[in-house]
């Protein structure tokens, strides 16, 4: 069974940084692609980064290009925001995907393995 756990969450305060990780404790990650998703109170599940692990190549939300950066060790996939923003807040969740290919391939549709998430709150 396909299992991802977030760590790295918590309370940042503006302009700060946070390393959100996600492990892949029961296969490899070879083949797949690794999503970040967000999903903040009253709002729709939101894709913020991926990448696909067979060419590297990553995908960036408008919302967080130059800001969050997500790179792959291993087994593991992590994502860092640098410069938070008070619209950053929200669950976040890592998944995983065979379906790597396609313009939509970083939408959360297309995800069918989904760690628990971890919080990330910006405040002053």
């Given at each position: 069974?396909?299992?991802?756990v ?9 302009g700060?940084?946070l390393?959100l990780?996600c492990a892949a404790?029961t296969?490899t990650?070879?083949?797949y692609?690794?999503g ?9 599940r ?6 696909r692990?067979?060419d ?6 408008d ?5 969050f950066?997500?790179?792959r060790?291993?087994?593991t ?13 929200a ?6 995907t065979w ?5 939509d391939w970083c ?8 760690g628990?998430?971890t919080q ?5």
């Amino acid at each position: 069974q396909v299992q991802l756990v977030e760590s790295g969450g918590g309370s940042a305060q503006p302009g700060t940084s946070l390393r959100l990780s996600c492990a892949a404790s029961t296969f490899t990650l070879d083949y797949y692609a690794i999503g970040w998703f967000r999903q903040a109170p009253g709002k729709e599940r939101e894709g913020v980064s991926c990448i696909r692990t067979s060419d590297s190549g990553t995908y960036y939300a408008d919302s967080v290009k130059g800001r969050f950066a997500i790179s792959r060790d291993k087994n593991t996939v992590y994502l860092q925001m640098y410069s938070l923003k008070p619209e950053d807040p929200a669950v976040y969740y890592c998944a995983a995907t065979w379906r790597t290919s396609g313009g939509d391939w970083c939408s959360h549709v297309r995800y069918d393995f989904w760690g628990r998430g971890t919080q990330v709150t910006v405040s002053s």
